[in-house]
């Protein structure tokens, strides 16, 4: 069903494929101002929670504690786009699990001193606040917002029992990784032979683009680095070597990230009107 909100204008003119006619000096400069809106309305998720993060004054709004502040702009936002059909029941389903993976794996972490939340709230379960999990929730609102405004389709993807494969050893490696060592460039090698050929199409305004999947993987992870960086300079939690003073987080991360995006798009990619448009040779 299309969007009935005041978005729903906006999302019209960005899905109209019709051609344009424009002169070749034009279409570049064009195509690539369409594709920054595109991007840019799909992160509308993460732009109005990270909007939310920079405006929630640490003390808080009311006598009621930031994170929980947090908690219930997180909630609004999801009911918004849910009520105004910006997502399907079924979107909002893999989000919820994007949220249970990404909570428990917060809880985890915070349990070994990887990281911690230094605030109080009352919304805190294991050390961590609640509205955690909507930030790794946020990816997958990401992804599939931009597979409907982009026209996203996928050539030459793994077998879906090989791509969950190396989904879950990705996500098992953030817990084991501390004690049996870490297996990310293992895991790294193993993706980039299963998506080697994998290459995704896009339609930036009126005509198709391709790219390799794996640059989609490693450009949002870098995006989602850049975004951690501005969490724990706002102070909404922080490293152990960010305690004292603020210091850029490790670039490490990005590879983290970028893994993380992995796990994320293969539960994207098993949604039903998703996986329509997903080519797995035979």
């Known amino acids: 069903m299309p969007p009935h909100s005041m978005l729903a204008p906006l999302d019209a003119h960005l899905t109209d494929a ?3 006619q424009l002169r070749p000096i034009h279409r570049p400069l064009v195509e690539l101002l369409y594709f920054g809106v595109k991007e840019a309305r799909a992160c509308l998720f993460a732009g ?3 909007l939310a993060m920079f405006c929630v004054p640490r003390a808080g709004l009311a006598g009621i504690p930031r994170y929980d502040v947090l908690l219930a702009v997180a909630l609004a936002i999801q009911a918004w786009m849910l009520a105004t059909r910006l997502e ?7 989000i919820g699990l994007f949220h249970a993976v990404g909570f428990a794996l917060e809880a985890f972490k915070t349990s070994i001193g990887a990281w911690s939340y230094p605030d109080f709230a009352y919304s805190k379960v294991l050390g961590v606040p609640l509205f955690s999990g909507f930030m790794y929730a946020a990816i997958g609102s990401y992804i599939i917002q931009a597979w409907r405004l982009l026209d996203l389709r996928i050539r030459h993807h793994p077998p879906y029992p090989m791509a969950a494969a190396i989904a879950v050893l990705i996500y098992l490696n953030f817990y084991t990784h501390h004690y049996i060592g870490d297996y990310r460039w293992y895991l790294a090698a193993c993706a980039l032979g299963l998506y080697a050929r994998t290459t995704v199409i896009f339609r930036p305004l009126d005509r198709d683009r391709r790219m390799p999947l794996l640059l989609g993987f490693v450009l949002t992870g870098f995006f989602i680095w850049l975004a ?3 969490g724990t300079l706002l102070g ?3 490293y152990p070597n960010q305690l004292g003073a603020w ?3 490790h670039v490490g991360k990005w590879s983290a990230w970028s893994l993380l995006v992995i796990m994320t798009f ?3 990619a098993n949604l039903k009107h998703v996986k329509a448009r997903v080519h797995v040779p035979e």
């Open 236 to 238: 909404v939690w922080r």
């Open 48 to 50: 109005l929670f990270f």
């Open 266 to 268: 293969t539960i994207v």
């Open 228 to 230: 951690e960086n501005l």
């Open 18 to 20: 019709r051609p344009r």
């Open 247 to 249: 210091s850029a987080v």
């Open 88 to 94: 399907s029941w079924d979107e909002v389903k893999a």
